[in-house]
């Protein structure tokens, strides 16, 4: 069994998908779709971290996430017998920060800083993360062939079925499918699966649960949701009633 992360690119789950079936659409399917704690993909005692090489440079300095890469890795190192960080792509796609459209100058620095900061990151990768496999991909076909393959020379083997998975991974491959609340609501930074089902169960609904009339206090009420969380959510309403 192949167990995907839920927040892992569309492109990438649609195309293994296709090649390895929906287990939990029928018995012939050989990947899940969770939402894992550590890594983006599961193959027995497999922990994959992959990044797309534009995805590698934000991760390293940590634009847009409350974790960068560094904190990912030790984290794969920790849970799995055999880590692995699979970079893919080669195209730089620089983005600067600021009014009106890049010029060429702005452009060509901000590229420049994306190629250093990813080869500095490469250069110390083994003497920080020892445990961990590093590998490089051309493209995301490449990256979802190696997937699929390796995952039928493992399955041949025996290696990936449900006994060979750690115990956190083994809980998620017995759960079933999250709904869209679920992952709507676990998408909100410091908000657990489990934090979501309390919220769900509690209010009923989305919609309820981002009524005018719901208060800070009775979102504390739920376990798992603190201060921080409760004005995170309070937050939404701006976001989806104007």
């Not at 934000?58 to 890469?69: E, P, Y």
Request: glycine share 8%; aromatic share 6%; proline share 3%.
């Amino acid at each position: 069994m192949l167990l995907v992360d839920d927040r892992e690119s569309e492109k990438v789950k649609a195309k293994l998908l296709m090649r390895l079936g929906d287990a939990d659409l029928g018995k012939e399917g050989t990947m899940k779709v969770r939402r894992l704690p550590t890594g983006d993909y599961v193959m027995g005692t497999w922990g994959i971290e992959a990044k797309e090489i534009n995805d590698l440079y934000r991760s390293i300095i940590g634009m847009g996430r409350n974790r960068t890469i560094l904190d990912q890795l030790r984290d794969l190192q920790d849970d799995f017998e055999n880590p692995i960080l699979v970079v893919y792509g080669t195209k730089y796609k620089p983005y600067v920060v600021g009014k009106g459209t890049p010029n060429s100058k702005s452009m060509a620095i901000e590229l420049a800083r994306m190629k250093k900061v990813n080869q500095s990151f490469k250069m110390t990768f083994y003497q920080r993360f020892p445990k961990i496999k590093y590998m490089e991909l051309l493209t995301m076909d490449d990256f979802c062939d190696w997937l699929v393959s390796n995952h039928t020379q493992m399955a041949i083997q025996g290696a990936v079925t449900r006994d060979k998975l750690p115990a956190k991974e083994k809980k998620l491959h017995d759960m079933k499918k999250l709904d869209n609340r679920i992952k709507s609501l676990s998408s909100i930074e410091g908000v657990s699966v489990e934090a979501a089902e309390n919220l769900l169960r509690k209010f009923g609904s989305i919609p309820k649960i981002l009524n005018s009339k719901t208060t800070q206090k009775s979102l504390m009420e739920v376990q798992g949701i603190g201060r921080g969380r409760a004005k995170d959510i309070l937050a939404l309403r701006d976001k989806y009633t104007n």
